[in-house]
């Protein structure tokens, strides 16, 4: 049985997760945002829209569209995407520089409107990181069969999201969510941005 490989160690010297290869656009984003602790409330906004837009899709492909994402979609300003209408899901459905499905488009739009009532009541961080008490979950894996693709605290997220109204948000798509804005440090114990990652989540 073919083994899988979990670490890679680059030509810099440094072991990184297995997930961005070699690719230099893929690493410095390994090593600059994923898993770095997010609470801006606009931001968390912007990587749950894509994170839903990556359904079906590889994150790479979503990475290398994001400035177009941004461009499309107002710098996913939410107060501007909640006042979206038929016109501006057409125009969006023209753009090729994103990923032209209508549900995801509409969704994003409910998913404003609905990060505006949520907003309101306490701020859209408040309440994704109160699903974790506020602070970085350490699950030390080892592995790349250890990361599982969702887990009992995603599940609760992407229910509670969704009966605000947000789509394209089911427990794996949460999940990923929760790992890129550091709400789980999944770095490998052996990557070299695990221990930074760590020290930063029990810093939050």
């Given at each position: 049985m073919k083994q899988t490989v979990s670490i890679i160690r680059h030509p810099d010297g440094h072991p990184r997760c297995w997930w961005p290869g070699t690719?230099?656009?893929?690493?410095?984003?390994?090593?600059e945002e994923w898993g770095v602790v997010e609470r801006d409330d606009r931001a968390l906004f912007e990587k749950l829209v894509?994170?839903?837009?990556?359904?079906?899709?590889?994150?790479?492909?979503?990475?290398?569209k994001r400035e177009s994402f941004r461009a499309a979609f107002a710098?996913?300003?939410?107060?501007?995407?909640?006042?979206?209408?038929?016109?501006?899901?057409?125009?969006?459905?023209?753009?090729?520089?994103?990923?032209?499905?209508?549900?995801?488009?509409?969704?994003?739009?409910?998913g404003a409107q609905a990060w505006i009532g949520i907003q309101e009541r306490g701020g859209f961080s408040?309440?994704?990181?109160?699903f974790v008490d506020g602070y970085t979950l350490q699950p030390y894996y080892r592995t790349r069969e250890d990361v599982p693709a969702e887990t009992d605290v995603s599940r609760a997220l992407s229910k509670a999201l969704k009966q605000e109204g947000f789509g394209f948000c089911?427990?794996?798509?949460?999940?990923?969510f929760m790992q890129a804005v550091g709400?789980?440090?999944?770095h490998l114990v052996d990557c070299c941005r695990h221990g930074a990652c760590l020290d930063a989540g029990r810093g939050a």
């Amino acid at each position: 049985m073919k083994q899988t490989v979990s670490i890679i160690r680059h030509p810099d010297g440094h072991p990184r997760c297995w997930w961005p290869g070699t690719d230099p656009f893929y690493i410095a984003y390994h090593d600059e945002e994923w898993g770095v602790v997010e609470r801006d409330d606009r931001a968390l906004f912007e990587k749950l829209v894509l994170d839903g837009f990556q359904a079906g899709l590889s994150w790479i492909t979503i990475l290398r569209k994001r400035e177009s994402f941004r461009a499309a979609f107002a710098q996913f300003d939410p107060q501007r995407i909640a006042r979206f209408d038929s016109h501006d899901v057409e125009r969006l459905m023209r753009d090729a520089g994103i990923v032209r499905n209508r549900a995801k488009i509409e969704a994003t739009i409910r998913g404003a409107q609905a990060w505006i009532g949520i907003q309101e009541r306490g701020g859209f961080s408040q309440f994704c990181w109160k699903f974790v008490d506020g602070y970085t979950l350490q699950p030390y894996y080892r592995t790349r069969e250890d990361v599982p693709a969702e887990t009992d605290v995603s599940r609760a997220l992407s229910k509670a999201l969704k009966q605000e109204g947000f789509g394209f948000c089911g427990p794996t798509i949460v999940y990923a969510f929760m790992q890129a804005v550091g709400m789980t440090n999944d770095h490998l114990v052996d990557c070299c941005r695990h221990g930074a990652c760590l020290d930063a989540g029990r810093g939050a």
